[in-house]
Each structure stands twice: as structure tokens, then as C-alpha cells.
């Protein structure tokens, strides 16, 4: 007899149905850092294929650490921090163009952009390439454009959204009169050209920066009184987190041709964490973590109803303070065929077996998570489990690289750009440091940006011709570069005396 068709129904084919995570062993994590232990909904991770950077806490301003991926294990309680703020710091992004630069944005209502030396240096970090003033009270979120160099958003308690060019130090644009209250999060789209927002006033904004315009807006995606998150998705999609009227937590996902009804709302539980959303558009899987959770949910998302579809569940016993998320690009995956995977040297995460009995031979699949407690940073591999030790085009399809596909001013013009793609089949090697230069305009060829400034008081000597003042600042950079020189030489010798000195202890 035939069966009926409820048992005919096969089961939704994935190739990340079996995706499932793993931490790394005790001697590779990163033990002693002081979290910070300020009250916001940031990550306070962010992680590259060079570094994984970490808001601590700091008496007196704020600050964050910088620690070499390889460089795993107990940090050192005189590990150099990166310290020019005069107030906690609240969020932090590396530059996806050069992976020494970071970004950082503080209560004290300034943003700092950071160049991070390959070296360990010796003293702590105290000198911004840039500061970038023109907020008018605490700043709590900053996101790089991900295909335009040198373009910074920032967004402050102010309600206002700028973007910046850390090229010259100057605003390209100041969105205001759209917020009317506290923004919760910004995103890009894939090529930068739109932003969604979330905010207080229980709003999502789509926005054309350029034109300074709204596109689209929901209200009210998640009935619930506390905050909303929002990304985009593949095909320009909007994913959200909420709340429901009765405080449970939801996902949505919506369609901008249709922003009144959404494609999926799934409840999830009555926990109070907001839960932060990470996406890797390469797989169509959104990471779910929230800050106070022991888990991590992930979903895949699709062209077939349900269209958000439960993957599963990494727990632990400790909840999570922050979270990091790393670029796919950061995975190396030329290391498969020995079944171990290294990222930036560092050795970590070691999967099954090889191939040649016909064992199970596990694949990691980015993103790998950098999950903060209160004293320590747990990297976190995700794998998918494969039978064949070869590199596996499916998972690993050419991915966002190093390289911008527009300049600033091109951007600003109205050009748009997908990103630069990069095979991953030979694994990526992170490029030796690339300085960032600013080039300030001169202020009196321009009239201010609009938007808020702070008052500029500066003092001129009219004695002090062009030639002269340049001969003191080409002085000043001959310094600074002996200075750096002496700095990566010290720390050379330091880490010489180290490996003498360990066995005789």
C-alpha cells in the first residue's frame, strides 16, 4: 500500500542542516582581559584575519585591547591597550579594507581611527591617525562601508547619522531630522548603497544616505517595547529581532516591495536579552546570540516557505558578555586537507579525521565567533560535516576581499560598487600593514559641513611661514618613524630574552 503523504514528505535538502559548533581548548583561548562592563548593546569585539580587539575596562577614559590572533593563552596584565578616549568606549570595527586600521567610538561624543602596528608595541596606543568631532553627545555605534574606502558611519545619542572620509578627516554627509529618538543599530546592504536603521520610536528606516532620504519604513515591526535589531539579507531583504507584546523574543523577515506584512515571524522564547543578529551572505545563515545567553541559534534562510528555517543550537554554561564575528576571508582553508584549521597562524580548532577510510572529515564554515565572559575570549569554530578532504566549492564560493571597489569621492558622486570578490581556495594571507594617510583639506578653502560642530579654538603664529611649518612636521614624522623602529626593535629583543629565559625559570 502506498504511504500516506505525510511520511512521503522528504526532508528539506541543505547543505547546512548538519552545521554544529565547537569551542577551542582552554590553552587557546584568551584568559585575563577585563571586559568592559558598560551597560550597551554593543558587541564589544571585533575580530579580522590579524587581530581580535576587545573593549576593557579602564580607569580614567576608555580604552580597548589589541591582541595578535595568535596570540592565545593568559595576556599579560601590562598588555599595551589603545587608549585616547576620555570616556568608555562603546563600540569598535576594523576597517575592511586594511586590516590595521580600527575604528572607535566613545562616550566622550568623539570617534577615533587607529593604525595597529604587525608588531606588539611596547607602550600603550595613545595617538589617533584621526579624531573625528562632530556629535554632539555620546557615540555608540560606527560601521565602515564595505566597498568604498576610507568611509565611516557614526551615530550618536544625538539621533544623528554621519559619514565620514578618514581619507581627510572630513564629514561627506550628516543625516539628520530622521531619527526622532535613540538609534538601537545601523547596516549597510552588500554594496553600500542604503542603510537600515532601528530606533526608539519603534521605527525601521530604510535610507538613502546619498539623497538623504527615508525609502521605506515599518513601524512596529515587533510589538514589544524593547529594542529592535535589523540587517539586510541576501536580494535586499530586511531580518529583525524583537519582542512580542508579551515580552517574547521574535524574528522577522521582510521584503521591501512589501515592507506592511512580513515574509516569516517565528516567536522564540521569554528571555530578555537583545538578540544581536550576525549574517554570512555566502551561506544565507543568520547567527542569533544574545548578550546574557549561554547560546548561539542559527537559521538559514531561503526562497521556500518558511523561509527562515531552524539549523540548531550551540550552548555552553557561560553566558556570553559580547561576541565577535569573523570576516569569512580570516578562515584558512588551505589547511583542510591536513584537517586542521589554523587562523592567522594561531592553530586552532582541530576537526576530524581524514578522508582515506572513508571517515567523516569535518569543514569549518565561517564565521568564526569570538565569545567574550567576563574574564576571557572563546573562539568558537562552526563545521559542517564532509566526507572528502578536497577544498569544498559550495562552502567556500569567492568571498568580499581586501580591496575597495570605489573611492570616496566616487562613492559621494553616486556610483555604486559590488564588492571585490577573492577565491579562498588557496586560503588568504593577510597583506603586511598598509599605513592610512590623511590628507586634511585646508579648512578655509571649504565652509563647513552641515550638521552640529564643536567650536574650533586655534592659535596661528603669523611668523610661521609654510616652508618653515613643514620642515617641522617632516621633523615630527622622521621622529615618529624612529621612534616606531626603536618600539619594534625593543619588542623584538623582549621576545628573543622570552625564549631564552623560558627554560631556565
Not at 515587533?222 to 507584546?245: C, E, L, M, N, Q
Request: aromatic content about 8%.
Amino acid at each position: 500500500a502506498p504511504l500516506p503523504a505525510m511520511s512521503r514528505r522528504v526532508v528539506r535538502q541543505s547543505k547546512f542542516r548538519h552545521v554544529f559548533g565547537q569551542p577551542v581548548k582552554a590553552d587557546q583561548m584568551y584568559e585575563d582581559i577585563r571586559v568592559s562592563k558598560v551597560t550597551c548593546d554593543s558587541s564589544f569585539c571585533a575580530v579580522n584575519p590579524k587581530f581580535v580587539a576587545i573593549i576593557v575596562e579602564s580607569g580614567g577614559g576608555g580604552a580597548f585591547i589589541v591582541l595578535p590572533l595568535a596570540k592565545t593563552g593568559r595576556v599579560d596584565k601590562n598588555h599595551p591597550l589603545v587608549t585616547g578616549h576620555t570616556a568608555p568606549v562603546l563600540d569598535i570595527d576594523w576597517c575592511p579594507h586594511n586590516d590595521n586600521v580600527i575604528a572607535s567610538a566613545s562616550e566622550d561624543t568623539t570617534v577615533m581611527v587607529w593604525q595597529i602596528p604587525d608588531y606588539v608595541p611596547v607602550r600603550n596606543i595613545t595617538e589617533p591617525v584621526v579624531t573625528l568631532e562632530g556629535h554632539s553627545k555620546r557615540v555608540g555605534i560606527i560601521s565602515w562601508h564595505p566597498t568604498a574606502r576610507n568611509v565611516l558611519l557614526s551615530a550618536g545619542c544625538d539621533n544623528l547619522v554621519i559619514l565620514w572620509n578618514v581619507g581627510t578627516g572630513e564629514m561627506l554627509l550628516v543625516l539628520e531630522d530622521m531619527h526622532t529618538d535613540l538609534i538601537y543599530n545601523v547596516g549597510w546592504n552588500r554594496n553600500g548603497s542604503l542603510l537600515v536603521t532601528t530606533c526608539k520610536d519603534k521605527k525601521v528606516r530604510i535610507i538613502d544616505p546619498r539623497k538623504q532620504q527615508v525609502v521605506a519604513e515599518k513601524v512596529k515591526p515587533h510589538d514589544g517595547a524593547r529594542p529592535i535589531r535589523a540587517i539586510f539579507v541576501a536580494d535586499g531583504k530586511i531580518f529583525t529581532t524583537g519582542f512580542s507584546k508579551m515580552s517574547e523574543r521574535q524574528l522577522g523577515l521582510w521584503d521591501l516591495k512589501n515592507f506592511e506584512e512580513p515574509i516569516a515571524l517565528q516567536e522564540m522564547d521569554t528571555s530578555n536579552g537583545v538578540l544581536l543578529p550576525f549574517y554570512d551572505p555566502d551561506s544565507s545563515i543568520v547567527y542569533l546570540c544574545g548578550k546574557g545567553d549561554s547560546s548561539i541559534r542559527y537559521f538559514e534562510i531561503t526562497d521556500e516557505a518558511p523561509y527562515v528555517h531552524y539549523l540548531n543550537t550551540y550552548s555552553s554554561k557561560e553566558p556570553q558578555r559580547g561576541m565577535g564575528f569573523m570576516p569569512k576571508r580570516g578562515l584558512d582553508v588551505s589547511k583542510c586537507e591536513i584537517a586542521r584549521w589554523e587562523l592567522g597562524g594561531g592553530g586552532w580548532g582541530e576537526s576530524e579525521g581524514s578522508g582515506e577510510d572513508g571517515q567523516t572529515l569535518t569543514s569549518s564554515i565561517p564565521p568564526r565567533f569570538f565569545k567574550l565572559h567576563e574574564r576571557k575570549c572563546e573562539p568558537i569554530v562552526m563545521t559542517v560535516p564532509r566526507k572528502s578532504d578536497l577544498f569544498q566549492d559550495d562552502l567556500y564560493p569567492d568571498t568580499p576581499g581586501p580591496e575597495p571597489a570605489l573611492e570616496a569621492d566616487e562613492w559621494l558622486s553616486g556610483k555604486d560598487a559590488e564588492p571585490v570578490l577573492i577565491s579562498l581556495r588557496d586560503g588568504y594571507v593577510p597583506v603586511k600593514n598598509r599605513e592610512l594617510k590623511v590628507v586634511k583639506k585646508n579648512i578655509l578653502d571649504n565652509k563647513p559641513p552641515p550638521g552640529p560642530r564643536r567650536s574650533h579654538s586655534t592659535t596661528c603664529d603669523p611668523d610661521l611661514s609654510r616652508p618653515a611649518l613643514e620642515e617641522v612636521l617632516e621633523e615630527i614624522r622622521a621622529l615618529k618613524e624612529t621612534v616606531q623602529a626603536q618600539e619594534k626593535r625593543i619588542s623584538d629583543l623582549e621576545n628573543k630574552l622570552c625564549q631564552f629565559t623560558n627554560g631556565t625559570d
